[in-house]
């Protein structure tokens, strides 16, 4: 909870805690007050608050239009650099596997520190949720195969419960993977390409 309540204080904003639907995960309202739910875990907390937060940054929705799915885009996009200082995490996810960069910040879940990684690092993200592909992106322009590389078949057979990173080299591909199950019923295993050189 202190990343959530630092960033309330370093931003002024007041931060509250309800019950609310299914759907909703948090709103913000337009006296520098963000609403959360308070029944979702702590990263989808931080994730949610830097959301909204950045939909109050930029002034979406004011004083009462709609917020467009280009809101949407951009209150994105912010909420990774709010969540993940670029000018630690850009050297970072250079220089560190995906379990380091995890262990560094704490805060975002493995699904945020994958996508902001490929965002600062280029490679293709794969994920797997129970053996069923739930994830297969990069950033543009980076093209790739909807198929996986046999380099990435590799490592995703030797991810598991008890193995649960491995890294590997090919000529001109590398490959981290890891496995994670933090108990919810998803065993979820998530694969990073990318080029050896920089
Ligand atoms: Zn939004």
Not at 90 to 119: C, G, M, N
Request: charged content about 25%; overall charge negative; proline content about 7%.
């Amino acid at each position: 909870m202190k990343f959530l309540l630092d960033m309330a204080r370093r931003h002024d904003i007041e931060l509250h805690f309800k019950r609310l639907t299914d759907s909703v995960r948090g709103y913000s309202l337009p006296e520098r007050t963000i609403v959360i739910d308070l029944d979702l875990s702590e990263e989808r907390m931080n994730w949610t608050f830097c959301h909204e937060l950045a939909h109050l940054l930029q002034g979406h929705g004011k004083p009462d239009g709609p917020v467009t799915a280009q809101h949407e885009r951009e209150a994105h996009d912010q909420a990774q650099d709010l969540l993940l200082p670029p000018e630690t995490f850009h050297p970072d996810a250079h220089q560190l596997f995906l379990t380091e960069l995890k262990e560094r910040y704490p805060q975002a879940s493995w699904e945020v520190i994958a996508l902001t990684r490929v965002r600062h690092r280029p490679g293709v993200l794969t994920i797997f949720d129970n053996n069923k592909r739930t994830v297969r992106t990069a950033p543009q322009p980076l093209l790739y195969p909807s198929k996986l590389h046999p380099l990435e078949q590799a490592v995703r057979q030797t991810l598991n419960a008890n193995n649960p990173t491995a890294h590997q080299n090919g000529d001109d591909l590398q490959v981290e993977g890891v496995f994670i199950d933090e108990g919810r019923g998803v065993e979820r295993i998530i694969l990073i390409a990318d080029s050896d050189h920089e």
